[in-house]
């Protein structure tokens, strides 16, 4: 079984949507949503959700106000806070990060340390293969705690079912939920768009798979919008050693069938992803 991560340095580039035309023309693979924070694939990639559960990596405080003797040591301690000593004394488990030191200062044990659910994830069923996704609670931490229970999932999945693919729609950027989707890939297409910002973007994404030993592919998506752009990036590319597979035009088609819950397919920009798709394919078999 081969990992592909689709990673871009940035949000916005169609990382998604070409993550979503892949997954119509990889028969049989297994399909991981690896961007906890905003995951969208679901929403190009329908199907019957099998399986649904919390995500739980931290803890929060719990003070039982009928054993507190309003000493006010947890609230003098509490670097975040989060403790209120009004007419019931209560910790907001919003502002508490969980470090337990009011729990071990306590000298009434008043104070608990529970589990908290930052968030859930998903198995869903799909005509392109099975799908696992998650969304992490707004404001949540631990997303890179997230993406690699995902991909342990996907895995397992994977490799039970003799899937020849694990295709991960990564999460946007460098930072520690991509990371944790790239760990232990085998390839990253990188989608870029054609703007100068865009050119730092991938110069950044190209070094954090070269840091992680995962070779990097080039997908240069809207790349008739400023075609000179398009070409620095070409030429960046090639010096660079990255393959670049695939050029796809800007097609409002695709908009059309995004706003209807549809993924790529037909079209300029259909024929180039199955292009894409193809040269993907041989960079897999080596």
Known sequence: MKEVVVLSGKGGTGKTTITAALSRLAAGAVLADCDVDAPNLHLLVHGRQVEEHDFIAS????????????????????????????????????????????????????????DKVSGRWMVTDTPNGMLFH????????????????????????????????????????????????????????????????????????????RQMDVQPVLAINRWDLHPEVAEEMEVFAKREGVPLLGRIPFDEEVYRRASSGLAVEGGAAGRATELLWEGLQAIIRG
């Open 59 to 114: 803890r929060v405080a719990l003070l039982d106000p009928e054993r507190c003797d309003r000493c006010g040591l947890c609230k003098k301690i509490c670097r975040f806070d989060a403790v209120s000593m009004g007419e019931s004394p209560s910790i907001d488990a919003l502002s508490c990060e969980g470090c337990d030191l009011c729990a071990r200062m306590c000298p009434s044990n008043a104070i608990t340390m529970v």
């Open 134 to 209: 998650a969304r992490l609670g707004p404001g949540e931490g631990n997303s890179g705690k997230l993406v690699n229970l995902l991909k342990r999932r996907a895995r397992r999945h994977a490799i039970g079912s003799s899937a020849p693919l694990l295709l991960i729609d990564g999460p946007p950027g460098i930072g520690c939920p991509t990371i944790a989707a790239l760990s232990g890939a085998d390839i990253a297409l990188l989608v870029a768009e054609p703007t100068r910002s865009g050119g730092v973007d991938l110069e950044r994404a190209l070094s954090l798979c």
